[in-house]
């Protein structure tokens, strides 16, 4: 696993794709800080680049990225190697590689400009995401055959989490207002990772009013340690459960 590991974040290292990311990021975070007096104002603008483009860029590319070495991934399935030796040494250099570039492009900005609580929760958020992403793009690509359709699976997964959610989210809630539904809306933020990522960095900015009515639910209970906590193993459960299944896909698959 460890030299699966090495050779492909040797790989990954040379990919202009991941220097890219980096360089984006930087340039995006500079930019805003540099454009918004009040680093609050930028950092609440940073936080809508983030939680779109992001999980965006981890799945595409992770898509992109299993398809462009398959030939190499068969070739070291016939060596005397555990398949998920393989696998595991390959999405966590795929890990590793998207979060220094992440770290790069989007922490140095947040740590000169705004060296704030709520800034390292955007950061771990957002890491959070890249490996959720990371683990989805695996399972995507490991499914399917085709390369235009794992790319095609992948773009309607980010369509339907970041476009789709929200607006089904606010009718549900316009449409149901009359009704108890605090019940049902912590456990509906868990089932999107965006989401969910987005109310704690909202949260920690202390503007769960701007997010109306769900924003005091949010707060009753995220704002809280056990909620923070809760909210820390359903992105666990988000990156664990893709990356089992994977594997699992991976051991079975006839290469």
Do not use: C
Request: hydrophobic share 60%; proline share 4%.
């Amino acid at each position: 696993m460890l030299k699966v590991f090495k050779y492909t974040l040797i790989d990954l290292a040379r990919n202009r794709f991941v220097l890219g990311y980096a360089l984006l990021m930087l340039l995006v975070a500079q930019g805003l800080f540099s454009l918004e007096g009040d680093p609050t104002k930028a950092l609440l603008s940073l936080v809508q680049v983030v939680m779109a483009l992001v999980p965006l860029i981890a799945l595409v590319f992770t898509v992109v990225y299993f398809y462009d070495i398959q030939e190499f991934t068969q070739l070291l399935a016939v060596q005397p190697m555990r398949r998920g030796a393989i696998l595991g040494g390959q999405v966590l250099a795929l890990a590793v590689a998207l979060l220094l570039a992440q770290a790069i492009g989007l922490g140095l900005p947040l740590l000169v400009h705004s060296p704030t609580l709520a800034a390292l929760v955007l950061s771990l958020s957002g890491s959070g995401l890249v490996l959720v992403f990371i683990s989805l793009g695996a399972l995507i690509a490991l499914k399917q055959r085709e390369k235009a359709r794992g790319v095609g699976v992948a773009l309607a997964i980010w369509f339907l989490l970041v476009l789709v959610y929200d607006a089904l989210l606010m009718w549900g809630m316009f449409t149901l207002s009359d009704y108890p539904i605090e019940p049902f809306v912590v456990p509906f933020a868990g089932i999107n990772p965006i989401d969910l990522a987005r109310i704690m960095v909202m949260l920690q900015v202390d503007l769960a009013a701007m997010m109306g009515y769900s924003g005091a639910i949010y707060k009753n209970f995220f704002g809280t340690q056990m909620g923070m906590a809760v909210a820390g193993l359903i992105m666990m459960v988000w990156v664990i459960v893709p990356s089992w299944s994977a594997m699992r896909v991976f051991r079975q698959k006839d290469l």
